[in-house]
């Protein structure tokens, strides 16, 4: 026609203008399109025309620029570019345009309201889907397939709500796409049960199936792992013959068996797919790779290249996964090998990825860097390879040092990041509350805040530096928290010495129908062990097995042990231990030793020892702690010819190491505030505290204080006369009385027996002690109901001690009578000096603590405790008598003390956290 020098008419082109798009190139549909009349009027159809051809080859800004040149568009113009940026992932463009068209007047149709339907449901723009159905309603559009369908799945994608499956329900006509909707939503949603229920809607309704239903629905039983369903699904295919002419649904199939577990059925199901389909190869390649079947999959993967299928990226990504989860380096070199002759080292990111992974979870970290490095472009999942195989191979400041770099390039991040470097920087030396509110900051900001995966790191992140209150205000932002959740909330509450909370939140767990596993035990167990709670972790340990059906392994065993040995329960430890599934190993067996050796228990010492030589015969530290063991009950012999046998097997004991960060513990935000307000708000300034009143005589008031003097109570001062009554008197009336002085006056010494001091007592009391209290010399005249302790107070809070008087254990025969020191003596408890148990917000300040029967101080499940200018003092060779022992407690300060005993100078136990301690001075004595 262009020969005999005719031009085509408007439609002419029209005409001619869609099959270009298929059998001309279109550079020759532009020649046709430069044809066209320049008419407004008679061209408004023929540009519709040329922008539809234009949004079927892609050419979004070609289609964009006749859009804007034409003089007059109608809302077909409007639909078709609205669609096309829909389709090709411009949906903020998609809505621009939907706007600009209601904001020129041009009246929505159907298929405008589908197309922008489908941009909000595809790209989460759930508010404004929201608006656009009000809009709907608003025109009066009834609920027909055009509008339904779409608004449904707009539904579906928020979430299974009630008004979705309204909206189904209530649409007129429902074609198979509907349906297919459907399926593919709860497939997403991992809704098996709903998968199925819609199936046998299907049904019910007499729709039938088509190959895109089957994949679907053969997912869901894939995703719930429901094996008979699965199969009766199977035979319905095989009766419709979908297996024979889809190979969509045959790979469904394959995956699905292998989803259940049942690699033989799988197997069968490839056999069987008539097609030899490169797909199907690569399906049961990489599913007998996912196994650990590596032979079976090499021996399908040669197979697969001898009948001339290129193997995927999804084979060489399972291969190397193989290879990262055995640490078979050299498999994985071979592999990198292959990938690499065939092409897919530098074009595939997943590819890149699991090679990264590969080589750091091999250890062979220079490796995965220099992968990385090799990577033209750096893509977010290569950059999260890199940083978890830092992570494995204890490169932990470089991991945390990779999250910068990929904020520096603009890289982004997805929960993937955020939970790796949250993981980091808990075990991070440079850890600490600052860096974990930052990460927080960003998970907020990213949209991640209540993904499982990065609440879970935040709560670890937040218990490890101390900050469990933080940590449950995680927990409490999750929407529906899952096993692992509740799991990762009471570990932190474990490794705080929160044994109680712990408990607490398992049944609150349980009273949600939640099943605990292995792990939640595990953290129940250690917050028992670390919080004392020896009855309940029995009933937890017990219940594993008689109420949910679950075997205890080794570290449920360790634990327990732990736990009975801590409390001297020892019989029953050792009989536990016995019980362990594969015998108990070295760790059990000196945890039991090491409790025989507090508790002073000889003979269950003894078979321990014997079998932890017979265990680790070369480990130094085995015959150090047995060598031990045997000096402590006072065969020197023994212990002398067992260190001699280690020196003579060379044996030695690595050299420790330590990091120690300096200002640190000042900057730690774990007290609690109003409890350590009441410390700073004590009604006394902090120079005057020791010197509290300028008159000894302290027979006025002074201050608004209430003085409360043992001497007025009876006490007779003279060391001689039991002034303990006098002692229990004045306390109960300074305990009852708003701020009082519970006076000890200077110059005298007051002897006094095993006594409890309880609180709770009233506001703004002070205990000062100026004078000397000494205790009853004789062992054998002590009270057998009150063995382990002298002084104790309890349940007291916002107390003060002070003073420039002396505690003084009189300890000489308690030393003499210990098994340490003779074999022949009976091994037994001893009492301790001081103990403040079950309280908050104490102050100890200026007392010396001396000569004590066994331990000398002990703040025990207390918390905002300071102790200042504190004198400790017992002799060298004094038996267990630790200076400050601090036990289940937290937020304990201790300054500028000094302390020489016969044991630790400070010792710390029992899930006791947030301890700080400056200007201490130790020796003699073992440190801290």
């Keep these: 026609m262009l020969s005999t020098k005719l031009l085509p008419r408007v439609r002419t082109i029209t005409t001619l203008a869609p099959t270009c798009t298929s059998i001309v190139p279109l550079s020759s549909s532009l020649l046709l399109d430069s044809y066209c009349q320049p008419n407004p009027q008679l061209n408004i159809y023929s540009s519709n025309r040329t922008i539809d051809d234009f949004v079927k080859s892609g050419h979004l800004n070609s289609a964009k620029k006749l859009f804007d040149e034409m003089p007059a568009r109608d809302v077909v113009t409007y639909n078709l570019l609205i669609s096309g940026y829909g389709k090709f992932g411009h949906p903020k463009q998609a809505l621009y345009l939907y706007d600009e068209m209601v904001s020129h007047g041009i009246k929505e149709s159907a298929s405008t309201f589908s197309s922008v339907l489908s941009v909000c449901s595809n790209a989460g723009f759930y508010t404004e889907g929201i608006q656009i159905h009000c809009r709907v309603l608003s025109l009066g559009f009834g609920l027909n397939l055009y509008i339904g369908s779409p608004l449904v799945d707009l539904y579906m994608r928020m979430g299974p709500s009630v008004r979705a499956l309204d909206l189904f329900d209530e649409l007129p006509e429902r074609n198979l796409a509907t349906w297919n909707l459907m399926l593919r939503a709860f497939c997403e949603l991992s809704r098996p049960d709903e998968v199925l229920r819609m199936y046998n809607k299907m049904k019910a309704e007499g729709v039938e199936p088509n190959g895109l239903s089957f994949c679907y629905m053969v997912r869901g039983c894939s995703i719930g792992m429901l094996l008979d369903e699965g199969k009766q699904l199977h035979s319905h295919v095989i009766k419709l013959g979908w297996v024979d002419v889809n190979i ?147 490169n932990i400041e470089d991991a945390v040092e990779m999250f910068g770099f990929m904020v520096d390039e603009g890289i982004g991040l997805d929960e993937v990041t955020l939970s790796t470097t949250l993981k980091a920087l808990s075990v991070s030396a440079s850890a600490n509350v600052g860096s974990c509110r930052l990460l927080h900051c960003c998970a907020i900001k990213s949209g991640f805040e209540s993904n499982i995966a990065v609440s879970c790191s935040l709560m670890d992140a937040y218990s490890r530096c101390g900050h469990i209150e933080l940590s449950h205000q995680v927990f409490k932002k999750i929407p529906s928290p899952n096993v692992v959740c509740f799991t990762s909330i009471m570990n932190g509450y474990s490794r705080n010495g929160m044994g ?28 028992c062990n670390h919080s004392g709670m020896v009855k309940e972790g029995q009933l937890v340990f017990n219940s594993m097995k008689s109420v949910y059906g679950i075997d205890a392994d080794r570290q449920h065993y360790s634990c327990m042990i732990d736990m009975l040995g801590r409390a001297g329960i020892l019989d029953k430890a050792e009989e536990l231990l016995q019980q362990t599934p594969g015998g108990g190993d070295c760790v059990m067996w000196s945890s039991l030793l090491r409790s025989c050796r507090v508790h002073g228990n000889e003979i269950i010492g003894r078979r321990v020892a014997n079998i932890l030589m017979e265990l680790e015969p070369v480990d130094f530290a085995v015959y150090s702690q047995v060598s031990n063991f045997y000096s402590e009950i006072g065969e020197f012999e023994v212990s002398m010819q067992i260190r001699e046998t280690a020196l003579a097997r060379k044996l030695t004991r690595d050299i420790g190491h330590s990091l120690i960060e300096v200002n640190i513990a000042g900057k730690m935000v774990h007290d609690n505030i109003a409890l350590l307000g009441e410390l700073e708000n004590l009604d006394v300034e902090e120079e005057n505290e020791v010197e509290l009143f300028e008159e000894p005589s302290w027979t006025s008031e002074r201050g608004g204080k209430v003085l409360v003097n043992v001497d007025s109570f009876g006490a007779a001062g003279d060391g001689v006369s039991d002034d303990t009554q006098a002692f229990l008197n004045a306390w109960n ?122 331990m000398n101080f002990v703040i025990s499940r207390s918390e905002s405790v300071r102790v200042y200018q504190v004198l400790v003092s017992a002799p060298e060779d004094s038996p267990n008598t630790d200076g400050i022992h601090i036990t289940e407690s937290t937020n304990v300060v201790l300054q500028d003390c000094k302390i020489g005993t016969g044991d630790d100078c400070i010792s710390i136990v029992n899930g006791s956290s947030a301890i700080k301690m400056k200007r201490i001075f130790c020796g003699p004595g073992h440190g801290i």
């Design 733 to 854: 009336t300074a305990c009852s009385t708003p701020k009082s002085v519970f006076l000890v006056p200077a110059g005298r010494h007051y002897l006094v027996s095993a006594t409890r001091f309880k609180g709770p007592c009233a506001d703004k009391l002070v205990i000062q002690i100026d004078g000397t209290i000494v205790a009853p010399a004789e062992p054998d005249n002590w009270d057998p109901k009150l063995a382990r302790i002298w002084l104790d107070f309890s349940k007291l809070n916002g107390v003060l001690f002070q003073g420039s008087g002396v505690i003084d254990g009189s300890g000489s025969k308690w030393w003499a009578s210990s098994c340490k020191k003779n074999k022949s003596n009976p091994c037994r408890g001893a009492p301790t000096a001081l103990t403040i148990d079950s309280s908050s917000a104490v102050k100890v300040k200026g007392l010396t603590i001396q000569n004590s029967q066994q």
């Design 248 to 394: 969509f649904v045959a790979n469904a199939l394959v995956d699905f068996y292998s989803a259940c577990g049942s690699l033989i059925d799988a197997k069968k199901s490839f056999d069987f797919i008539p097609v030899d389909d490169v797909i199907s190869w690569n399906s049961i390649v990489s599913i007998y790779a996912d196994y650990d079947l590596i032979f079976d999959a090499l021996e399908l993967f040669f197979r697969m290249q001898l009948c001339r299928k290129r193997p995927s990226i999804r084979s060489f990504v399972e291969f190397l996964n193989f290879a990262s989860r055995t640490g078979n380096v050299y498999f994985g070199k071979q592999i990198h090998g292959y990938v690499t002759k065939l092409g897919f080292d530098h074009g595939s990111v997943h590819v890149q990825s699991a090679l990264t992974d590969m080589y750091g979870k091999c250890n062979v970290i220079e490796s995965s860097v220099a992968v990385f490095e090799s990577v033209p472009g750096r893509s977010l999942e290569c950059c999260n390879s890199l940083m978890t195989s830092l992570l494995h191979s204890g």
């Design 500 to 527: 109680r909370e712990a408990l607490d939140m398992l049944e609150v767990m349980i009273q949600r129908g939640l099943i605990p596993d292995k792990v939640t035990f595990l953290c129940v167990l250690a917050g």
